[in-house]
């Protein structure tokens, strides 16, 4: 990855939030350029020469009318020409006003994981990272840049990453008017998950330097190689593929190039003959198949589709499905990175380099140190490690005074104990109360199948007992977490007792910062948010 951030040193980034408004200032910029829609105030455009012409001549007949004579229109003189440019025609002033409507603006409908919705007005060059940050800055939500738009096609069975870049309204200009077409916010921690990690989206067996070459490729510089223009990695395996017209499904060959996707005719055969063309990239884009074995009969749920942007009917659609979910992961990002890889990846390191270039934290946090006023004086506590065992230790000390004030006064029963345990976690993002097993398993291949994601919910089978999902090695695994009673105490463990928490945020909390028995320490909860 060095390698590769070495290369892309001279990638272009959008400037700072000052350096915008003293371009815009001066007359040079305009509106969309600013980072988040939620900030912009939405102005009607300048009108074209001959309609100010036109307004101008109205008004100074209107007038003259009054007078009973005619006289030619005359510009509007410049009251303040230190202010305003002469280039500048005299009804900018109208524009600026608060209360003008633009033509330039459309209301958009997205939705939640329940189908819950907010229309919104928005510019019409919105891109979809400025339509998630909008909501994030609504919603008050932890931006940790793993907030998604979608597009949800209901008709067709299929949906895809809106990528960041993109313009909604283009999106949008594509659906059909009679069609079920949504677009959907929620968490996609796998969006970039690639760059970090490229052995996990790209197995050995599925890559290979591109024909002209028999050697294999370095994962070192797989990205890089995506990233380049002139070459690309070849990815390569079996697919099964819905025939043209047919509810059969064959298993082919396939080849993944720049110049397109191919499928052998001949065996595992890669010379021209026998290659033949399904589709390129530049005008299409890849969906995943929401339910491929109930709608489209495919021999496994791991489906996925190319489609055209200028098609809307299911006969367009280059229907295909892989074997396992670590094949279909594999397929996609390649195509996703065969269309527009240099711009996901600025995508990927823009927000990273706008933390960097002006950090959250503000003049009075850099100021604040620990303090420790256990002994007769107080002292400023400059080990680091001291500070923060002393904020852990003040944390736990507030927890126990929480319980203690949530239970009745006297010696807490296990009743009374369980439920001041309940109050602390039910408030947090990662439980989800009543979610059965298929939910959870949904939700958590929605907001992406890496790592570390996880939720806790209750159990549908003993309602005494929680249940952990978490997803390793793109599989989700559901562990059990059982209460455990120790002289009218109750705790809970994942391990029959060995490990033992007060509550479940304990609990939480301490498999993010160590495995234990678990395949993976907990890394990313799944939210879902009201809109």
Known sequence: MSDMNNTLDDIHTSGSLGEKAEIFQSGKGNVSGFPSPALIPLRAPLPPPHAQKTRTT?????????????????????????????????????????????????????YNEDNTSRAVEVPSDITARDICQLFVLKNHCIDDHSWTLFEHLSHLGIERTIEDHESVMEVLSGWGMDTDSRLYFRKNFAKYEFFKKPLDFFPDHMVSISSETNGMMNHSQLIQTFLNSSTCPEIHGHLHAKEQGRKSWKKFYFVLRRSGLYFSNKGTSKEPRHLQ???????????????????????????????????????????????????????????????????????????????????????????????????????????????????????????????????????????????????????????????????????????????????????????????????????????????????????????????????????????????????????????????
């Open 277 to 531: 063309f399904i589709a390129e990239f530049s005008d299409s884009d890849v969906y995943t198949l929401l339910s491929a074995r109930k709608l489209h009969g495919a021999p496994t749920d791991y489906g996925f589709c190319v489609k055209s942007t200028k098609c809307s009917s299911a006969r367009d659609l280059k229907l295909l499905c892989a074997d396992d979910e670590q094949s279909r992961t594999c397929w996609v990002t390649a195509m996703r990175l065969l269309k527009s890889g240099m711009q996901l990846y600025q995508n990927f390191i823009q927000p990273h380099q706008k933390q960097k270039a002006s950090p959250m934290r503000s003049i009075s946090e850099n100021s604040l140190v620990a303090m420790d006023f256990s002994g007769q004086k107080s002292r400023v506590i400059e080990n680091p490690s001291e500070a923060l065992s002393v904020a852990v230790e003040e944390g736990l000390s507030w927890r126990r005074k929480s319980c203690h004030r949530l239970s009745s006064h006297g010696s807490p029963s296990t009743s009374q104990s369980s439920m001041s345990n309940i109050a602390l976690h039910l408030a947090q993002p990662w439980f989800h109360s009543k979610l059965s097993r298929d939910e959870a398993h949904r939700l958590i291949t929605q907001q992406g199948l890496i790592d570390g994601v996880f939720l806790l919910r209750d159990s549908q089978s003993n309602p005494k007992t929680f249940v952990l999902s978490l997803c390793h090695m793109q599989r989700i695994k559901h562990f059990q977490i059982l209460p455990v009673d120790d002289e009218g105490e109750l705790f809970y463990s994942l391990d029959d007792g060995h490990t033992r928490f007060t509550d479940l945020l304990q609990l939480v909390e301490f498999y993010q910062l160590n495995r234990g028995v678990l395949p993976c320490k907990l890394k990313h909860h799944c939210a879902r948010i009201a809109l």
């Open 58 to 110: 109205l008004c100074k007949w209107n007038r003259s009318n009054k007078e009973g004579e005619e006289s030619p229109a005359s510009p509007v003189p410049n009251p303040f020409p230190e202010l305003i440019p002469s280039t500048v025609p005299p009804l900018f002033s109208e524009c600026l006003l608060p209360w003008t409507k633009s033509s330039a603006t459309q209301v958009i409908k997205v």
